[in-house]
Nanobody
Framework: QVQLVESGGGLVQPGGSLRLSCAAS????????MGWYRQAPGKQRELVAI???????NYADSVKGRFTISRDNSKNTVYLQMNSLKPEDTAVYYC?????????WGQGTQVTVSS
């Protein structure tokens, strides 16, 4: 069982920045494939960014060049640095870990981009 705890969400003005963190349990964190997803009201949950155990990253087209996913295996933590935020980035952001073909989800953190 992998437990995930997200933090760092909040209210930010358009053009601003936020950094989300996701702390994971387990001694095999370095092997987890970690991802950030988001779900806006009335919409399906969508992939934002993924980082593999080797550090390979992939991003949704809508966030390329603005968001950066990274991981610190010494802290069992994955981050999502979000810059140049837009109102359409408003959503609940979820952290996901994949380990042994099983997906584990965090509880989500709200990000609101508004003036």
């Amino acid at each position: 069982q992998v437990q995930l705890v997200e933090s760092g969400g909040g209210l930010v003005q358009p053009g601003g920045s936020l950094r989300l963190s996701c702390a994971a349990s387990g001694s095999m964190f370095r092997m987890y494939v970690m991802g950030w997803y988001r779900q806006a009201p009335g919409k399906q949950r969508e992939l934002v960014a993924i980082i593999t155990s080797r550090g390979t990253t992939n991003y949704a087209d809508s966030v390329k060049g603005r968001f950066t996913i990274s991981r610190d295996n010494s802290k069992n933590t994955v981050y999502l640095q979000m810059n140049s935020l837009k109102p359409e980035d408003t959503a609940v952001y979820y952290c996901k870990a994949r380990w042994s073909s099983v997906d584990y989800w965090g509880q989500g953190t709200q990000v609101t981009v508004s003036s």
